[in-house]
């Protein structure tokens, strides 16, 4: 009996500079006149029967490319998938048909409790498998190819995988792509000691189809000793670096920028946004091939 060769991942959303949705930015966005400004959600926030929210975006979809970009499906989890949410996620992708489906290489739940983080896999070849069966299931209960993200690392295990390699099996095993976040990649260059540009350089253009950056803070106690995932702050300079360093190794790719609490008014958001488009712009698409996957 042979194994089938998993399909490679389709990219749908288009290589411009995109922002996190808010309610407080909705009718900013439905007003906007930039045709390229795309917008991701959170598909968890948008799970009820009707509402405001779903009529918001039953609008702004009307004129932007989407992407759902889920936290609760718990992919590393040894726990069975809610029926329930894979429920919600499925009648959004059928009412809203996103350019781009993604989740977290992660997990937050464990008998049946669920916590406020998404915590990292050990990367091991047992661990790898799992994930690569997890994806697969996930894409059939939902009908769809998703990019998997890159975890932000506070502590440093005895891992036997290192992370690039660790995502791009999985990826390429289950036939998903992967979603960079560069603010993850820097934030765990801090905390555990990885090196950032060699991360980065490690992953092949045609696995990654969407790269994410935000703004973070300094853990309370530790200080700048450890870096807090917190999207709660403009983008790093740091960050901005390393998502040139991103796009001239990948290419031209869809970057979206997160803000989740400290929301600023939409002009302050926008100018994050173009900075990140202007960067897309200065990557030539029509380079050589190698140069895109060195």
Known sequence: MTTATPPDPVFGLPAHAGIGLKPDHYRDVLDHQDASLWVEVHPENYMVDGGPRLDWLDAIRQNRALSLHGVGASLGSLDPYDQQHINGLRSLIDRYEPEQVSEHAAWCSHDGNYYADLLPLPRTDEARQHLINRVTE??????????????????????????????????RSAGCGVLLDVNNVWISANNVGLDPHGYIKALPADLVGEIHIAGHEEDPNLGAAMLIDSHNAPVAEGVWDLLEVALEHLGPKPVLVERDSNIPAFTELLAERDRAEQAIKTIDPNRPAHALAS
Request: hydrophobic letters at 45%; proline letters at 6%; glycine letters at 2%.
């Open 138 to 171: 996930f894409q059939e209960l939902i009908g769809r190819q998703i990019l998997i993200e890159n975890p932000t690392n506070y502590l440093d295990f005895a891992h036997e995988i290192i992370e690039p390699d660790f995502l791009c099996d999985v990826a």
